[in-house]
């Protein structure tokens, strides 16, 4: 069984601040992770992944994500953050294992970007 | 080129009506999904096709649930006897398909689907 557990369910900074979305995975296997931003009234855009190759991500929008086994974890991070990165955004989890096509789902945070 | 595609983007239907929902997946996907999202429960798996199988079913909520895909390419949800409980924005996503677990998901805008 996989879960994701996402800390927060809201993160507010102020525009031009440090982005910090945090995501702590549990897998019986190698696990895959992703991070997906969801703009109002719109589906899931895949910001970045990890496939275990480089285990430093970068994504789109300046976004990247660092895997770290030790800690189970895929945190989200953006040095310098606009008022266009205001959404929501989910990190998900799918493996190696059986039923590898399934992502499983945080519940979200949802990031406000203060002027 | 086009994204994946849902139909109607808004549907209000009353107890015990059937609905279905509807999805275009990205031309030459081999793989489609099915999820939920709802306040309550996130963001949760319902079915996978690969081609027009259906090889996971699991998360399909009960037997009112029902998918079918046909050529490769359209997938319908129908939900019969709908309940209150059935209020969410379902989404559709569609990936290459053959790259075990590290396909990308493609997602739809979803269809708000609300139970009076």
């Known amino acids: 069984a996989q879960s994701v557990t996402q800390l927060g369910s809201h993160v507010s900074v102020s525009e031009g601040a440090l982005v910090l979305l945090r995501c702590n995975y549990s897998?019986?296997?190698?696990?895959?992770l992703f991070w997906y931003v969801q703009y109002p009234n719109q589906g899931l855009q895949l910001l970045l992944k990890?496939?275990?190759?480089?285990?430093l991500v970068k994504g789109i929008n300046g976004f990247e994500a660092e895997f770290k086994k030790s800690e189970t974890s895929f945190h989200l991070t953006k040095p310098s953050a606009h008022m266009s990165d205001a959404a929501e955004y989910f990190c998900a989890v799918s493996n190696s294992g059986g039923s590898n096509y399934k992502l499983t789902f945080g519940k979200g945070t949802l990031l406000t970007v203060n002027p | 080129g086009a994204g994946v595609s849902q139909s109607p983007s808004n549907k209000v239907t009353e107890k015990g009506k059937d609905v279905e929902l509807r999805c275009d997946p990205i031309s030459g996907h081999t793989a489609l999904y099915w999820y939920r999202q709802s306040l309550g429960q996130g963001l949760e798996f319902l079915i996978y096709f690969q081609g027009n199988s259906a090889p996971d079913k699991s998360g399909l909520p009960s037997d009112r649930f029902s998918a079918e895909r046909t050529g490769g390419s359209v997938s319908t949800l129908t939900i019969q006897r709908t309940q209150q409980e059935d209020s969410a924005v379902y989404l559709c996503?569609?990936?290459?398909?053959?790259?075990?677990?590290?396909?990308?998901?493609?997602f739809g805008p979803g269809t708000r689907l609300t139970v009076l």
């Open positions: 897998s019986s296997v190698p696990p895959y």
């Open positions: 996503a569609s990936s290459p398909g053959g790259s075990w677990g590290t396909d990308t998901q493609y």
């Open positions: 990890y496939t275990s190759a480089a285990t």
